[in-house]
């Protein structure tokens, strides 16, 4: 396993980057052989975490800072989401398909980005912040060589 | 960035969403869709997702909160024109189990009327 490529990115908490988010880490990832659906599921992953980050970690102001990481390896796609907001009281909780009472939401965040990549780690403190780490694995066909 | 389309055609508000349906598109599709609702009168809507190229639980909440609002106001919602990709993420929310999905605009517009 090793670094193929690393973008990091840092941008305001503003709804209109969340496609950038999106946009650069399909473009790192679609280096080596995701498949499309893949990229969906990596893409549909990424806009969950910004999104969080925005609208939960942030309240929606617009001045936070995100920081995306995007690194690719020989065997997988390593993605990490940090925000400097209020962060998660309850992780469990929020973890739960539903979670949250505002009727216009999902609460489908976290649940698609379980779906969507194989490991999904979330580090959070109330008042510092929350980082979340997805990992999307190249099947074993696809892998690069070195 | 999306953008939205929206006819009335009978009691029935037909909206159309172009591009990425994401948090960015969320807060106006949602103001627009109530306005206009008030402004017509409209007890039902379609939700024509055929141009739709990315929907994440942002977009998937707005056609929800109006499911939420039409459904309590004795009115139907109804989805056509999905693609597949688009048609997985419904799904994998449970959407699918809660509005009617239809492989075309007409078909739908029969089933509301």
Same mark, same amino acid.
Not at chain 1, 77 to 94: F, S, T
Not at chain 2, 3 to 24: A, N, P, R, T
């Given at each position: 396993?090793?670094?193929?490529? $690393?973008?990091?990115?840092?941008?305001?908490?503003?709804?209109?980057?969340?496609?950038?988010?999106?946009?650069?880490?399909?473009?790192?990832?679609?280096?080596?052989?995701?498949?499309?659906?893949?990229?969906? @599921?990596?893409?549909?992953?990424?806009?969950?975490?910004?999104?969080?980050?925005?609208?939960?970690?942030?309240?929606?102001?617009?001045?936070?800072?995100?920081?995306?990481?995007?690194?690719?390896?020989?065997?997988?796609?390593?993605?990490?989401?940090?925000?400097?907001?209020?962060?998660?009281?309850?992780?469990?909780?929020?973890?739960?398909?539903?979670?949250?009472?505002?009727? @216009?939401?999902?609460?489908?965040?976290?649940?698609?980005?379980?779906?969507?990549?194989?490991?999904?780690?979330?580090?959070?403190?109330?008042?510092?912040?929350?980082?979340? $780490?997805?990992?999307?694995?190249? $099947?074993?066909?696809?892998?690069?060589?070195? | 960035?999306?953008?939205?389309?929206?006819?009335?055609?009978? &009691?029935?508000?037909?909206?159309?969403?172009?591009?990425?349906?994401?948090?960015?598109?969320?807060?106006?599709?949602?103001? /627009?869709?109530?306005?206009?609702? *008030?402004?017509?009168?409209?007890?039902?809507?379609?939700? &024509?997702? /055929?141009?739709?190229?990315?929907? &994440?639980?942002?977009?998937?909440?707005?056609?929800?909160?109006?499911?939420?609002?039409?459904?309590?106001?004795?009115?139907?919602?109804?989805?056509?024109?999905?693609?597949?990709?688009?048609?997985?993420?419904?799904?994998?929310?449970?959407?699918? *189990?809660?509005?009617?999905?239809?492989?075309?605009?007409?078909?739908?517009?029969?089933?509301?009327?």
């Amino acid at each position: 396993m090793s670094l193929r490529n $690393k973008v990091k990115l840092e941008f305001l908490s503003r709804p209109e980057n969340v496609a950038l988010a999106r946009v650069t880490v399909a473009t790192v990832a679609a280096e080596v052989d995701f498949n499309l659906s893949d990229l969906e @599921e990596i893409k549909v992953a990424v806009s969950e975490a910004v999104s969080n980050a925005i609208i939960h970690g942030y309240e929606e102001r617009t001045n936070g800072i995100i920081t995306l990481t995007a690194k690719l390896y020989t065997d997988h796609l390593e993605i990490i989401v940090e925000d400097a907001g209020k962060g998660i009281e309850d992780l469990h909780q929020a973890l739960q398909p539903g979670s949250g009472s505002d009727p @216009e939401r999902m609460g489908l965040g976290f649940v698609f980005m379980k779906s969507f990549m194989d490991e999904v780690d979330i580090w959070t403190e109330v008042g510092r912040g929350t980082r979340v $780490k997805l990992v999307k694995s190249l $099947k074993i066909q696809n892998c690069v060589k070195n | 960035m999306g953008s939205l389309e929206i006819k009335k055609q009978g &009691d029935i508000l037909i909206v159309s969403i172009y591009g990425e349906f994401d948090l960015s598109a969320a807060d106006y599709c949602r103001r /627009d869709i109530d306005q206009k609702m *008030r402004e017509h009168g409209a007890k039902h809507i379609l939700f &024509d997702l /055929d141009g739709v190229t990315f929907i &994440d639980s942002s977009g998937l909440g707005v056609i929800l909160g109006r499911y939420r609002k039409v459904t309590e106001q004795g009115g139907k919602v109804a989805i056509s024109n999905v693609a597949p990709k688009i048609l997985r993420i419904l799904e994998l929310a449970g959407l699918s *189990r809660l509005i009617s999905i239809y492989q075309d605009t007409s078909s739908a517009l029969r089933q509301l009327a």
